[in-house]
Structures are given as structure tokens and as C-alpha cells.
């Protein structure tokens, strides 16, 4: 009771004291009305009678100037009588009047009318004493008299009539002045009234209005999860204690909103944002890349072989790591990209930012080196890997749903490649039948209507800066698609039969191009083509170079065919038959992508080899890893030992081109020299050196910077 009448207090005595100090003012008013006004009326009514009477006292004094004029001519003794009775009359309304005449004035005009009343009635009264003597003289004399004597009394009327209408207006006048004086009395007291509603408003609006309102504003903040606001304490009353009490509230929401929050939004194990997270984090990413014309990428990496951990070694271990591979995730990924965890050993990362497929292959990169150290747990040394599959917005996806999916693909596609690497989406594994069917159709009119294209990129040596060697890549200009690479369609002409006519297509188009540059002739420069394995397993291959070079009137010793190690040993002797073949037609072979299939001496001198290229793989961290350069130093130096030519293959950077030279290699080839580009652009760049890279024309900008150049593979 203590605590709800304090409050009850502070509100009734300010209403209690307004309402009383109003009600005083407006009875001072009502009684002072009732007064002024009483007395005002009061005179305007005893002047408003006098008036009436002063008017009853004319007409009767006309009558009597009316007889007194009949009388003159008719000396009707009647008359008299009726004069008799208007005396009387007059006398009546004189005393009714006589009341209102209490001024100076007014007293003077009333001796003056009593005297002049009765002058004439003694003039009265000596004409009728004249009528009965028959004196007519007499009579008018004393009519004369009369008429001298009414005139005083006429001009005597007209003073009361004007004293009392002066009065009338003059009380009129002060009622006026009454209703003037009660209306200022009401203006006052309602500026009054308006003057303490004010400060009554300002009181309770600090006493409870402000608080009541804060507290609501409070309630909406906290409806819309802002718990970081409090509002102020200005009493100690109830509504003060209410609002420490809401302050209160808002800190324990606080607290147990952060614990629900990360419940519900982070992984419990590694603490990295969960699947809830993603989706929204995703759909601020597309829209931030939407807006700044940039490149998503989404990687979804799963641990190869988490299960045989769990199983041998048991779920704590698994855990523990899982945990460590969350915090190589988070330490290693640049401050912009999200790192989540999917779920068992699946974990996302949402690189946003990206100029190019380069810098999707750069993250992926460095989640690849994070799994390679050692994990050291219960005094037992794990080694880890990972597959990782490459999603790109907004190329692969416009949505996350979608994104997510075609990350899964091409994950799956990581793992069915050997696993331990990355893999980008590729759009023709995802088609369903029909579409697939409809993309087989293309491909087989492709060669006639002009869709496939062959671009040019070259190999430098890094002695002499020239151009040695320029490598054709296939390229597919599809109506809807856009422009696909090798990798993405390859596949899909070896599955169908025609990669023979697509191979044969690709080397005569490059060959005329190549012979239409008089310059390229004239350096000795070296055209380079790719076969793919089932165009290599053609029984018809070497017939087919033959026919072709022949048709085109192109010299075999300037040709060079590149394959890859695991492409040659599917079939061993049919290989060395047709390398031996090729070579007798003058034909170089090289072994592509050396390094990281089954490469060994014996295979280098079985296939009769005149050149070798390093795999890019081992370039892209040659300045960062000491294993990678030792690995690259011993191919130059082993390649070199054996008269081979070596090459390097995905050279990005002066610091990279700088190392290979100092290792004595012997040519490079990658974009720090020059993009892939049409052959119109690459005779352009190759017959004016002096133009910066930054100007070469038409670069294919958004190539995969894993891309294995190759006129008819990926």
C-alpha cells in the first residue's frame, strides 16, 4: 500500500489543488457577474419605466395643450373638467417620475416644470374667470400667459427626455463595460487554467508521460531484438522502479538471446556459423556482388576418408578433428569470407569479392595447403585431405539453393577424380536427358555453323624473351550457353564419336591461321595441339595428322603434340607405336601436366619425348613452398640432364617468372605473358610486343586459372 500510494500522491494533489484554485476563480467570477449585472439592470430598468411614464407624461400635457386650445374657442365648461382630470394624471406620472431625478440638473428642470405647471394652470384658471366676465381681452391675456408658461413646461419635458435617454446610453454604456470586464476576468482566468494545465502536462509528462513512453519505446526495441537498449531512471516511485526493472530484463534477454543465438546460428562443436546461417549469408553475398559487378564463389569441401578416422580411432577423435580443421578454416581465409559448417565433416566457404575463376582457384588453394600440415592428436599423427567442389555466382547459380547444389556436383566430380583436389561446376554434367541430348545435337552441328573457335596462347623462352611455341585451344561459342571451355565439352564429343573430326577441324583451322603470319614462320615458332585420350586410341590417329598436315601443307617439324602420362600408358605398346610413328614424321612429342601422373624416366624415353611441361599445380605456390620449388628444381635439372626442353605451365606472377629463371628453366607459358585469345588478337599481340598486357584485346577474362590448355581436351 506504501509503494502504490506514492505515486497515487504525487498525481492528486496537483489535480486536487488545479481543480480547487479553478473552481475559486470561476465563483469570484460568477458572484462579480452576478452583482455588476444586477445593479446594471436595475437602472437600466427604474430608467427604462421614468422613460415610459416621461412618455405618458407628453401625450397627457398634448392633451391638455389639445383642451386648452378647444377651450379658447368653445368656452366648454366640460372642458374644463377634463383639464381638471389631466391635472391629476399629470400629477401621478410627475410623482412616478420624480424618483429617477436625483441629479442637480435634473432637480432644476423639475422646479422648472412644477413652476411652469402652475403658472398655467393659474393662466388656467384666470381664463375661465375671463370667460365668465365676457372680458375677451382678459382672456386673451391670460391665454397668452398660458402659452408662454407651457413652453417652459414643454422645454422642461424635452430635459427629462434627453437626461434620461443620456442615461439609458450610459448605463447601457457601463453594462458593456460590466461584460467587457467579465470577458477579460474569463480570458484571464482561462490563460490561467492554460497556464497551470501547461505546468500540470510538464509534471506528469516527467513523472509518468516520458517514462510510459520510454518504456514503450523500450518494448519496441526489444520487439525488433535490439537488446542494447536501455531507458533513463528519473524517480524512485513505481514508475522508476518499473523501469530498472525493465533494464534488468533487457540485460538477462540479452544474455540468454546471445546463448540462444549461438545455439541456434553457430556450430556447437566448432563454433563456426551452422546451415542457418548460410542461406542468408549467401543472399547478402549474391546481392553484394550483383551490385559491384564482381564474382562469388561457393566451396563446398568435404574431408576424404572422415570415416575411417571415426571408425578406427573413435568420434571424440573425429571431433577433435574437425575442430582443428574449423580453426585452419578460419585462420587461413581472407577477413571477407564466411567459413560454415554443414555437418558431419562438410563445411562451406562463401568467398565474395572475386575479379575471376583465378581467384576462386587461390581460395581453393589455400584450404587444400591448411589440411596438408600434420594433425597431431592423443600423440598420433593424422594426415587429412579434402575435395573440394567450385560453385560460381553468378555463372553456376542465382540462387542458393542452386549454388549449393552445383557445389555438391562438382565435389562429387573432385572425389571421382582421385579426390585431395578442387573441381569447378561444369553446367553440361548437370543436364537432364533431353537437354543433354538437345547439347549432343549442338556439339554435331557446331563444326557447320561456325561455333567452335580455336584460341591462341603462347610458351616465351625466358633466355631470350622470344616466342617459341603457341598453343591452340579449343574453344565452343554455343548460341545459349556462352563460350565453353574444353573441359566442358570434350567429354561429351569423345562420348558421342566425333572428337576425331573435332580434333581434325581444330589442327587444320589452327595450321592455316599459324601459316598466314609470315613472322611466325620466319622465327621458327612451333605450333602446339593437345590430344585428348580417345582421339590418342583412334586407330586412324597418325593417318589422320598425316592427311590433315598434308591437306594444309603445314611442316610436321613444326608441330607439337602434347599428352599427358596416364594418357599414353592406358595402353602401352599401341602408345609407342604411334609416338614412334609421329616422331618419324617429325613430330615433338611433350609430356603435359609432368609431375603429377605416372611420371618416370623410362616413360620419357619410351614415348621418344622431346619436351616436358610442369604441371601448373607445382608453379602456383613455388614462391611460398619449399617443397614445390625443390619438386620444380629437380624436373629442370632431370628434364635438362636427359636434352629435354622444359616448360612451365601456369606462370601468374613476375616473382614466379623471376624464379623459373633462376632455375634455368627453359620456357613459360601463363597470363603474366599473355591470355588465351582469337587469333586475330593473339597475330595482333604477337606482331606488336610492345603492347602491355593490361591492352591486350579480348582476353578471356574469366577462364579457370586450373584450366589444362588444350586444343581438344580441358
Not at 179 to 207: C, D, P
Not at 381 to 388: D, E, M, T
Request: hydrophobic share 45%; aromatic share 6%.
Amino acid at each position: 500500500m506504501k509503494m502504490r500510494s506514492s505515486i497515487n500522491i504525487k498525481i492528486f494533489m496537483p489535480l486536487v489543488g488545479g481543480f480547487l484554485l479553478l473552481l475559486v476563480l470561476f465563483l469570484l467570477l460568477a458572484i462579480s457577474l452576478q452583482r455588476e449585472k444586477r445593479l446594471v439592470l436595475n437602472n437600466i430598468t427604474s430608467t427604462q419605466d421614468a422613460t415610459v411614464a416621461l412618455e405618458d407624461l407628453e401625450d397627457t400635457e398634448a392633451r391638455m395643450d389639445t383642451l386648452a386650445e378647444t377651450y379658447r374657442y368653445g368656452r366648454d365648461a366640460s372642458v374644463l373638467g377634463e383639464l381638471g382630470q389631466m391635472e391629476q394624471r399629470r400629477a401621478a406620472l410627475l410623482q412616478e417620475i420624480s424618483p429617477n431625478l436625483s441629479g442637480p440638473l435634473e432637480r432644476d428642470l423639475l422646479t422648472a416644470y412644477e413652476s411652469g405647471v402652475k403658472d398655467s394652470q393659474a393662466s388656467l384658471l384666470e381664463m375661465a374667470a375671463a370667460s365668465d366676465a365676457k372680458d375677451s381681452q382678459r382672456f386673451d391675456r391670460a391665454y397668452e400667459s398660458w402659452l408662454a408658461e407651457r413652453k417652459v413646461v414643454d422645454e422642461a419635458l424635452d430635459g427629462f427626455k434627453n437626461r434620461f435617454n443620456s442615461r439609458l446610453g450610459d448605463d447601457i454604456s457601463a453594462f458593456r463595460q460590466v461584460i467587457t470586464e467579465v470577458m477579460l476576468m474569463f480570458l484571464l482566468i482561462l490563460a490561467v487554467s492554460g497556464l497551470l494545465i501547461y505546468l500540470l502536462y510538464v509534471y506528469l509528462n516527467r513523472l509518468i508521460i516520458r517514462p510510459i513512453h520510454e518504456l514503450i519505446d523500450g518494448t519496441k526495441h526489444v520487439a525488433e531484438e535490439n537488446l542494447d537498449w536501455n531507458i533513463g531512471v528519473h524517480s524512485s516511485d513505481e514508475i522508476g522502479k518499473l523501469s530498472l526493472a525493465f533494464n534488468e530484463m533487457v540485460g538477462k534477454l540479452k544474455d540468454s538471446y546471445t546463448n540462444l543465438k549461438t545455439l541456434a546460428f553457430h556450430d556447437p562443436l566448432t563454433n563456426l556459423p551452422n546451415r542457418q546461417v548460410l542461406e542468408q549469408k549467401l543472399q547478402d553475398s549474391m546481392a553484394a556482388a550483383k551490385r559491384e559487378g564482381k564474382v562469388l564463389g561457393v566451396l563446398l569441401m568435404d574431408l576424404d576418408r572422415f570415416k575411417k578416422i571415426n571408425d578406427t580411432l573413435g568420434h571424440d577423435v573425429g571431433d577433435m578433428v574437425l575442430k582443428e580443421v574449423a580453426n585452419r578454416l578460419r585462420d587461413r581465409m581472407r577477413q571477407e569470407d564466411t567459413v560454415v559448417r554443414l555437418g558431419g565433416d562438410e563445411f562451406v566457404i562463401l568467398a565474395p569479392g572475386l575479379g575471376s575463376v583465378k581467384d576462386a582457384v587461390a581460395v581453393a588453394d589455400r584450404v587444400l595447403k591448411a589440411l596438408e600440415e600434420v594433425v597431431v592428436l592423443a600423440e598420433k599423427q593424422l594426415y587429412i585431405n579434402g575435395s573440394i567442389g567450385i560453385a560460381l555466382y553468378p555463372n553456376d547459380g542465382e540462387s542458393a539453393s542452386v549454388l549449393i547444389k552445383n557445389a555438391d556436383i562438382a565435389l562429387y566430380g573432385a572425389k571421382a577424380a582421385g579426390r585431395n583436389r578442387y573441381n569447378f561446376y561444369n553446367k553440361l554434367t548437370d543436364l537432364r536427358p533431353a537437354a543433354q541430348l538437345e547439347l549432343e545435337n549442338d556439339l554435331r552441328g557446331a563444326l557447320n555453323s561456325d561455333q567452335l573457335k580455336v584460341y591462341f596462347q603462347p610458351l616465351v623462352n625466358l633466355g631470350t624473351g622470344k616466342v617459341t611455341t603457341v598453343e591452340a585451344l579449343l574453344r565452343w561459342q554455343h548460341p545459349t550457353l556462352g563460350l565453353l571451355l574444353p573441359h566442358e565439352f570434350i567429354p561429351l564429343a569423345e562420348e558421342i564419336g566425333i572428337i576425331g573430326r573435332l580434333g581434325e577441324w581444330a589442327l587444320k583451322t589452327a595450321g592455316r591461321n599459324f601459316l598466314s603470319c609470315q613472322k611466325l614462320r620466319e622465327e621458327n615458332v612451333l605450333l602446339a595441339l593437345n590430344l585428348s585420350p580417345a582421339q590418342f586410341l583412334e586407330d586412324n590417329l597418325v593417318e589422320n595428322i598425316s592427311n590433315g598436315l598434308r591437306e594444309i601443307n603445314f611442316p610436321a617439324s613444326s608441330l607439337i603434340l602434347e599428352i599427358t602420362e596416364s594418357l599414353a600408358m592406358t595402353d602401352p605398346e599401341k602408345s609407342r607405336e604411334k609416338m614412334k610413328r609421329l616422331s618419324e614424321m617429325g613430330i615433338a612429342i611433350s609430356i603435359d601436366d609432368f609431375g603429377i601422373g605416372y611420371s618416370s624416366l623410362g616413360s620419357i624415353k619410351e614415348f621418344a619425348a622431346k619436351r616436358i611441361k610442369i604441371d601448373r599445380s607445382f608453379i602456383r605456390h613455388i614462391i611460398t613452398d619449399q617443397q614445390d620449388t625443390a619438386i620444380v628444381k629437380a624436373i629442370i635439372a632431370m628434364g635438362h640432364n636427359l636434352k629435354l626442353i622444359v616448360a612451365a605451365e601456369g606462370a601468374e606472377t613476375d616473382t614466379q617468372l623471376a624464379l623459373l629463371k633462376s632455375l634455368d628453366c627453359d620456357e613459360v607459358q601463363g597470363y603474366i605473358i599473355a591470355r588465351p585469345m582469337p587469333w586475330k588478337d593473339f597475330e595482333r599481340w604477337f606482331l606488336g610486343r610492345d603492347i602491355p598486357l593490361s591492352e591486350t584485346p579480348n582476353a578471356v577474362e574469366n577462364e579457370p586459372a586450373a584450366e589444362v590448355a588444350g586444343g581438344n581436351v580441358d
